[in-house]
Every structure is written in structure tokens, then in C-alpha cells.
């Protein structure tokens, strides 16, 4: 554990200064060389700490009002963050865990950790509930959620509904890896992993995915993964490409496309027979884009860094399909990624929500009569799925909804047609939102 300090540590600044989780521990791994027991240790710990992050942080609130959290360094905010996930989840000695990270810290405001420490250790959880007397209070500390989160999920299911899918935050859902046709085959991939020793299920409901139960070494760490023949993508990110339903010869658009996962999957799908454009308006995100591209194969592909809201002025063309994943709170995967609950802010929400409006309006000025546009976010919020096709509808009349087929989650009419939902209390992936729009001839 000694020798991981440090990488648990800055992992825990670069998460705090606004990276993700997985991309920190992937660069993590390239640059160290990890056993795997090593890599799993630091993500655990990371993991761990921002699945809890206000439980962590109200012990330390609690335990000192001598400082803000917000005022002091990374590097102190992750020391305590750890030492109390030490103390209070995995219930470490008090004593093991000051020698473990002293030499690590220094004095802040003349005040020694370890008395923070001491304070943390001494203090019961019960009193972290004292003045909070409503469900959505106690949930927050009891499924580690924001308050605003749990309120905004009741206001739309009631209660019950939304402790079901709170009790889901708790878990890990699986992870599922899509066998790429363009580089490989299934038959080749499940010897593979057999012989790897990774145990695994085919999906019934999407084709050439597997369902991952137990595997002895990192997926992206396999050869299979490495060389492009597999592709880590969640159920539900692979129902899209599905309802989108992409013909040979036909013109399709992928508006938000990188990291490439659904692109990926509509190439594999024509088996690289009809014309992709792929859109995406980050410098690094288009640099990961292409490189994936690349190692799955996919070919041909026109990849467009741009405004994917105001394409249409640097494009004549209009497209048969286009796949709408538009940038989302990502409140259906907090399961797999935690921070993403603590990153997002509830102002942050009109902003997605107008975003996500300008990027359908300008869907709408792409696609041929008679095309298709598919719109699908990993969110939970109505706000960012049932709010945003009602109100693209009511304004525009040639335009409907068509039953976005094959069905794995649930269907939920709307005053306007069905439309896919999926939660991950009910099926076992990401919370995800997908609506089917066509325009009339």
C-alpha cells in the first residue's frame, strides 16, 4: 500500500481538478508499471472515495471548522479525503493510517493533520444525520447522491421508483466489451477469451456483445483490446447504432461522435459500405477519434472537426441517418463513474439543455425527407430527453416519432409516440434515452 500513495494521491488532484477517473488510470498505467493487483488497489481507493465523496467530506466538515475544504490545497483535500476513507469505510487503526500518509503532508495553518484525524476517528455517523429529517436529505448520505439529484428524481417517478434506481449507485453494473466485425469474429474472440480464462455470457438482445462475469486481467490490458477486435461499450450505448438501423449506400452522420464507440458500431454494421461523416469539435477529442478509428478498421470515414451546431454552413450535404448522442449531464452512469455526480451542478443542466436543443434544430436541417434522426443520451433528467422531443415536435410538424426498434429497455409513450428508456435497476446498463425521429417526404 505504501508505494500506491502517491498514485492514489495525485489521481485523486487530477479527478478533483475536473478528469475523469478511467483516463487518469489509463494514463496511470502507461506510465507505471502496475501489477494488476496494484491497478486494481488504486482504482478501488479512488473509486471508493468519490462513490462516497459527501459522506467523506461531511466527516471532515464535521470534524474541523477550522478550514474549508474548498480553501486548501489538492494535495491536502486528497490526504484527508483518503485517510478518511481509510478510517471511516475500511475501518484502518488510527495510528496505521497517520504513519502511511505522514510522510506525504505538511502543516496547514499550524494545524497537524493528525488531530483532524483524531477528530474524524472519534466521530459517530449518526451524527452526520443530525437536521436531516426529509427522504431526500437522508437518501443523499445513505446512496451518496446529491440532494438536488434525489429531488428532481422524485419530482419525476415518486419515491419508489427513484430509491431504485438510488440503490443502483451503490453497485457496479456490468461491463460489456462488443466484438468488432471489422477486425474479428465471435467464435475467435470467445476461444480467446476461454483460453484467457475470462468468463463471460452472450447477450440475447444485442447482437455480438458479451457480457464480462469474471476475468483475471484488465480488459484493456487483453490483446483482443489492443488490437482493436473488441470494443468496451455498454449495452445501452450499443442500442443506438441499432435503432439508427444504417442501409448500405446511404449517407450517415455521427454529430458528437468521439470517443467513436457508436461510430464504430454503425461501420461495423455496413461492414464499411457506406459513407460516414463523424463530427466533433475538440482538438483532443478529434486526435481520439481518428485514432480509433484507425485501430478498428473503420473505413471509409470524412472526420470533421466543427461546431456540429452549425454544420450546415460548412456542408452541402444532407444525410439519410443521423446519430444524435449529444454532450448530457451522464446521469445514467454513476454507477461507473461516480465523479460525474459531484461534477455536475444544477445550473450546469439549462446549460446541456440548450445545447442539446441547438443540436436537434440543427439535425433537423441535415437529414433528407423521409431520413432518420436518432437521439440518445446516457441522462436520467426528462429535462434532456422527454422535454427536449416534446418541444421539438410542437415546433416542428413535419417531423414524428417511429418506435425506435429492437427493444431491450422499456417503452414509454409520450403525447407524441414511444419512445426507449432504459434504467439500471430494471436492465442491468446504464441509464439511457433513446427517441427514433423521422421526417416526412
Known amino acids: 500500500m505504501?508505494?500506491?500513495?502517491?498514485?492514489?494521491l495525485t489521481s485523486l488532484e487530477q479527478v478533483d481538478e475536473g478528469r475523469s477517473i478511467r483516463t487518469i488510470?489509463?494514463?496511470h498505467i502507461q506510465d507505471n508499471d502496475l501489477t494488476n493487483y496494484d491497478e486494481s488497489r488504486i482504482y478501488y481507493h479512488?473509486?471508493?472515495?468519490?462513490?462516497?465523496?459527501?459522506?467523506?467530506?461531511?466527516?471532515?466538515?464535521?470534524?474541523?471548522?477550522s478550514f474549508s475544504l474548498r480553501k486548501i490545497s489538492f494535495r491536502m483535500r486528497a490526504l484527508l479525503r483518503l485517510a478518511t476513507q481509510l478510517l471511516k469505510v475500511e475501518k484502518e487503526n488510527i495510528n496505521h493510517v497517520i504513519e502511511l500518509l505522514k510522510p506525504h503532508y505538511k502543516k496547514i495553518n499550524d494545524l497537524e493533520l493528525e488531530n483532524i484525524l483524531h477528530s474524524i476517528n472519534n466521530l459517530q455517523e449518526e451524527v452526520l444525520y443530525e437536521n436531516k429529517h426529509d427522504f431526500a436529505s437522508k437518501a443523499a448520505l445513505r446512496y451518496f447522491t446529491p440532494t438536488w439529484i434525489i429531488r428532481k428524481f422524485i419530482r419525476q417517478w415518486g419515491e419508489a421508483f427513484a430509491e431504485k434506481i438510488l440503490s443502483t449507485f451503490l453497485t457496479t453494473i456490468p461491463m460489456y466489451v462488443r466484438v468488432n466485425d471489422l477486425k474479428?469474429?465471435?467464435e475467435e474472440i470467445t476461444l480467446g477469451f476461454e483460453e484467457q480464462e475470462i468468463a463471460f455470457t452472450?447477450?440475447?438482445?444485442?447482437?455480438?456483445?458479451?457480457?464480462?462475469?469474471?476475468?483475471?486481467i484488465p480488459i484493456p490490458r487483453t490483446i483482443e483490446f489492443q488490437n482493436g477486435k473488441i470494443v468496451i461499450q455498454q449495452k445501452a450505448s450499443a442500442l443506438a447504432s441499432l435503432v439508427l438501423d444504417p442501409k448500405s449506400n446511404e449517407l450517415i452522420l455521427d454529430m458528437c461522435a468521439s470517443p467513436g464507440s457508436k461510430t464504430s458500431h454503425i461501420a461495423a454494421l455496413l461492414d464499411n459500405k457506406s459513407r460516414i461523416t463523424a463530427v466533433d469539435i475538440n482538438?483532443?477529442?478529434?486526435?481520439?477519434?481518428?485514432?480509433?478509428?484507425?485501430?478498428?478498421g473503420v473505413k471509409p470515414i470524412d472526420i470533421v472537426q466543427g461546431d456540429a451546431k452549425q454544420f450546415s454552413k460548412i456542408t452541402s450535404d444532407t444525410f439519410d441517418k443521423i446519430l444524435l448522442d449529444p454532450p448530457c449531464s451522464s446521469s445514467g452512469t454513476y454507477s461507473s463513474r461516480p465523479e460525474n455526480k459531484w461534477k455536475m451542478k444544477q445550473r450546469d443542466l439549462r446549460w446541456y439543455v440548450d445545447l442539446q436543443t441547438d443540436l436537434l434544430k440543427e439535425a433537423a436541417h441535415l437529414v433528407k425527407p423521409n431520413g432518420v434522426i436518432v437521439y440518445s443520451t446516457c441522462s436520467?433528467?426528462?429535462?434532456?430527453?422527454?422535454?427536449?422531443?416534446?418541444?421539438?415536435?410542437?415546433?416542428?410538424?413535419?417531423?414524428?416519432?417511429?418506435?425506435p426498434l429492437p427493444i431491450i429497455g422499456t417503452l414509454s409513450t409520450t403525447p407524441h409516440g414511444e419512445v426507449q428508456e432504459l434504467f439500471p435497476h430494471l436492465h442491468e446498463t446504464e441509464g439511457f434515452f433513446i427517441a427514433k425521429i423521422r421526417k416526412r417526404k
Open 2 to 8: 505504501n508505494t500506491l500513495i502517491p498514485l492514489i
Open 46 to 65: 479512488v473509486f471508493e472515495i468519490y462513490r462516497k465523496l459527501n459522506l467523506i467530506d461531511l466527516y471532515i466538515k464535521t470534524s474541523s471548522s
Open 283 to 296: 482538438d483532443e477529442r478529434i486526435n481520439i477519434l481518428r485514432n480509433r478509428m484507425k485501430k478498428l
Open 380 to 403: 436520467l433528467f426528462h429535462d434532456e430527453n422527454h422535454n427536449i422531443i416534446s418541444s421539438f415536435l410542437q415546433e416542428n410538424e413535419d417531423f414524428y416519432l417511429e418506435t
Open 25 to 27: 488510470l489509463r494514463y
Open 202 to 216: 452472450i447477450d440475447n438482445g444485442i447482437p455480438n456483445l458479451l457480457r464480462i462475469e469474471k476475468t483475471p
Open 184 to 186: 474479428s469474429n465471435m
